[in-house]
């Protein structure tokens, strides 16, 4: 079994840093990609950003230039830096990787951490 635990979400004010990180647990062979989306009321889940097996980054056009995703590979761990945090930020983001295990390769999710930004 494979398990994505999410940490870092809270409360910040316009203009504030959160960095949210997200371990993968498990009987894990490999992992192609980690990466991380949002939800907001009323709204479709999102891509934020991801990173993928290689080095290289996908963001969402709304958050270029204020977030940044890294990976530890030796810990199974991504991480995303939010920089400059607007109140439209506010939302529930999840982890998702594509992760082989013996037998087969699927996506996970987390369970979801809230970012709320709001004065």
């Known amino acids: 079994q494979v398990q994505l635990v999410e940490s870092g979400g809270g409360l910040v004010q316009p203009g504030g840093s959160l960095r949210l990180s997200c371990a993968a647990s498990?009987?894990?062979?490999?992992?192609?990609?980690m990466g991380w989306y949002r939800q907001a009321p009323g709204k479709e889940r999102e891509l934020v950003a991801s990173?993928?097996?290689?080095?290289?980054?996908n963001y969402a056009d709304s958050v270029k230039g204020r977030f940044a995703i890294s990976r530890d590979n030796a810990k199974n761990t991504v991480y995303l830096q939010m920089n400059s945090l607007k109140p439209e930020d506010t939302a529930v983001y999840y982890c998702?990787?594509?992760?082989?295990?013996?037998?087969?390769?699927?996506?996970?999710w987390g369970q979801g951490t809230q970012v709320t930004v709001s004065s």
């Open positions: 990173w993928v097996n290689g080095g290289s980054t």
């Open positions: 498990g009987s894990i062979l490999n992992i192609n990609h």
């Open positions: 998702n990787a594509n992760i082989w295990t013996r037998g087969n390769v699927r996506d996970y």
